[in-house]
């Protein structure tokens, strides 16, 4: 059984997070300070940094929510015996729309930009919070058992490079093309990796 | 003909140039500072911002050196008759070997992000200087002149999803994987690129 010393700790951890994703959304996350965030949510700012090290770890937390709901959807699509590359498709869907619903640019290009930070433990950081690739393997692992998946390369690279390319489509459209939409974006990438560029004899 | 001020200037931004690459070799990018740029190419500090607003300007200036290089290679071996999958993965290993030897891990990791700097300023400016999709959609053409590319995207799509999987390697190469080579691991991302993960039946 959970302690009421873990109990507290965990709702005044979500208590700061949600706070600083309200502040956020409110006031930009350029805008808002730790400070901030720790006024809003009553704690002090040492308080602060003890859950949250630095802001965009707050992110990470909030982003790792946003993927687990979109993985138990595909994971139950799975189950149901919905075909794996389908299910990578809504789930690529999904994320999108979570993407761009809860997040917005500003947020998702700072919650992605923790994946490539040159601060290895940032970016160990972001990965331990999003295991994308993880679940694109777990998506992929029927087809590689039925032998549709390539064989010279393994399921791991595989679900890496899918997840990469997924991370940079967002990277691109939270930066740079504001007339597209991600998901479109997404399905596009998606399409490539999984198929290829070179046309079918 | 050029004029005098001219050349003057394109000598000392060469000057510039130079030094500053052999600055952040010897002591590295980050304690490398601009006055110590400035101070080392015996101009001013106000000099060295007119010709490079900020440090990373002197790193895409130089990688695209670089880049000229690899591809003037691409383009002659394409005039040569060599087949365009040889050319992108020879002009893939030499862009490697360049970025290995001349830039190394540190320099390479600045210089792939500005690409993805959420400044859209600074990205834009990255990208005019690198255009590596560009030169991605010159050795691709005559595969889809031939017909030998998939024609449901465009070959500007297509291209620019290749330069993306060449950014993320580099990138996920710079900052988190040290024990192996840069040209293994762009290796294979491009064939899942070119190729694509599922098997062809």
């Known amino acids: 059984m959970q302690g009421l010393r873990e109990r507290q700790k965990q709702r005044r951890r979500e208590r700061i997070l949600r706070t600083a994703v309200e502040l956020f959304k409110e ?16 704690v002090s700012r040492g308080t602060f940094f003890n859950y949250y090290p630095y802001k965009e ?3 990470l937390d909030y982003g790792a929510e946003l993927l687990e709901l979109a993985w138990g959807e595909a994971k139950a699509a799975l189950e149901r015996g919905v075909p794996p590359v389908e299910v990578l498709e ?3 869907n999904r994320l999108a729309e979570l993407s761009e619903r809860e997040l917005g640019r500003e947020l998702l ?7 490539v930070n040159p ?8 990965y331990e ?3 994308l690739a993880q679940f694109v393997a777990e998506i992929l692992r ?3 058992r039925a032998g549709r998946l390539r064989t010279d390369l393994s399921l791991d690279r595989m679900a890496n490079s899918i997840a990469d390319a997924f991370l940079l489509a967002v990277l691109r ?5 504001p007339d597209r939409s991600l998901a479109g974006e997404l399905q596009k990438f998606l399409t490539i990796v999984l198929e290829g560029v070179l046309a079918r004899p």
């Open 142 to 144: 029927p087809l590689a």
């Open 119 to 126: 601060d290895p433990e940032r970016a160990h950081a972001a």
């Open 173 to 177: 459209w939270a930066g740079h093309t």
């Open 109 to 115: 290009s700072h919650l992605a930009y923790e994946l």
């Open 129 to 131: 919070a999003l295991p």
């Open 27 to 42: 006031r930009g996350f350029q805008q808002t300070t730790a400070v901030d965030i720790a006024k809003a949510s009553h």
């Open 57 to 59: 770890a707050v992110l």
């Open 90 to 92: 809504a789930f690529w």
